[in-house]
């Protein structure tokens, strides 16, 4: 049996997080309870996230789950309590790098209206008389979200650079080495399966003869863009080649993967795919649940994709070869 436990960084926050909460200056016993329970929400919405279809809104729910009950503390403390106010500022720290823009100010939206709320669930006289108890907390949540914005727009300028392909906007290798380490390390502690899809452009070499590269770029951006629009939030493509690109899935097994893949060939050939008939074969591989090793399943995917070449292209076929690729209703 897999232990369920988060990874090591996230275990060490989460245990800073407990041990400090006695150090917070609350006058009720009872105010440290929704505290722990902030804490061991957002853990578990972490750590089981990948287990659902929407894994980002798993992820989202925790953190308004344990925002709700920073705000019930302070209600539960019954008194003006700036400390308490300013806990909840770290939470959209940990958004920010996880969502949008957009996201992020709808969590700081959220957060300005639970702090209101319980600076006045109890009458709001010492507010009244000293506004600043409430506007500093305020103030400086504003400030750390903009802050934090800047900083990640700018990171991700240059994370970009590094990680996404020029032509397609797909992530590239660099991408893919940093994802598949993460996800082999969440496999072995989750036990969850995960699995690989591997695609190539069938008579690629032969659309750059015909019609030039500069076609040929166009027939990749839009199989970028064909293939993106197919896949879940959590689900990441990789231009790994010239003209073969690999899809991770985690959470997800052999049968769930090559209807992915069936999806993904039937939009494909339905194209045109810049303005051209272009068609793709893919092999599939998945691993046993807590197995999961990168070079090991490409190359099983990678053989698959061999076996579709051989079967005439423009077909999906599995590395385990005991079921027959799945084939969509129409």
């Known amino acids: 049996m897999h232990a369920r436990i988060l990874p090591a960084h996230q275990r060490v926050l989460g245990l800073i997080a407990l041990l400090l909460i006695p150090t917070i200056p609350f006058d009720s016993i009872y105010a440290p309870i929704p505290l722990v329970c902030a804490v061991i929400g957002y853990a578990w919405a972490q750590h089981n996230a990948t287990r659902f279809d929407r894994p980002e809104l798993v992820i989202a729910a925790g953190l308004l789950f344990g925002q709700a009950m920073l705000a019930t503390a302070i209600v539960v403390d019954a008194r003006q309590h700036t400390v308490g106010l300013a806990i909840m500022i770290w939470p959209l720290v940990a958004a920010g790098g996880r969502f949008s823009s957009r996201v992020v100010w709808v969590f700081t939206a959220y957060t300005l209206v639970l702090m209101c709320g319980a600076s006045l669930a109890f009458g709001?006289?010492?507010?009244?008389?000293?506004?600043?108890?409430?506007?500093?907390?305020?103030?400086?949540?504003?400030?750390?979200?903009?802050?934090?914005?800047?900083?990640?727009?700018?990171?991700?300028?240059?994370?970009s650079a590094a990680i996404l392909d020029g032509l397609t906007g797909m992530l590239n290798r660099t991408a893919l080495a940093a994802r598949t380490h993460e996800i082999e390390h969440q496999s072995a502690v989750t036990g969850g399966p995960v699995a690989v899809i591997v695609g190539d452009v069938d008579h690629f070499k032969a659309v750059n003869d015909s019609h030039g590269h500069g076609v040929g770029d166009h027939v990749l951006r839009d199989l970028a863009y064909v293939i993106?629009?197919?896949?879940?939030?959590?689900?990441?493509?990789?231009?790994?080649?010239?003209?073969?690109?690999?899809?991770?899935?985690?959470?997800?097994?052999?049968?769930?993967?090559?209807?992915?893949?069936e999806r993904l060939r039937a939009a494909i050939a339905a194209g045109p795919i810049g303005g051209l008939a272009v068609t793709m074969s893919f092999g599939v591989a998945?691993?046993?649940?807590?197995?999961?090793?990168?070079?090991?399943?490409?190359?099983?995917?990678?053989?698959?994709?061999?076996?579709?070449?051989?079967?005439?292209?423009?077909?999906?076929?599995?590395?385990?070869?005991?079921?027959?690729?799945?084939v969509l209703a129409a």
């Open 124 to 159: 709001g006289a010492a507010v009244l008389h000293d506004p600043i108890l409430l506007t500093l907390p305020v103030a400086t949540l504003v400030a750390v979200v903009m802050m934090s914005a800047v900083i990640r727009d700018s990171d991700a300028q240059h994370r």
């Open 228 to 261: 993106r629009k197919e896949l879940r939030a959590f689900d990441l493509a990789y231009r790994v080649g010239g003209e073969e690109f690999a899809v991770i899935m985690p959470g997800a097994e052999e049968g769930a993967a090559a209807e992915l893949a």
């Open 286 to 326: 998945a691993a046993a649940p807590g197995t999961f090793v990168w070079d090991e399943s490409y190359a099983r995917a990678d053989a698959a994709l061999y076996l579709a070449k051989q079967d005439g292209r423009n077909c999906v076929r599995l590395a385990s070869g005991a079921v027959e690729p799945l």
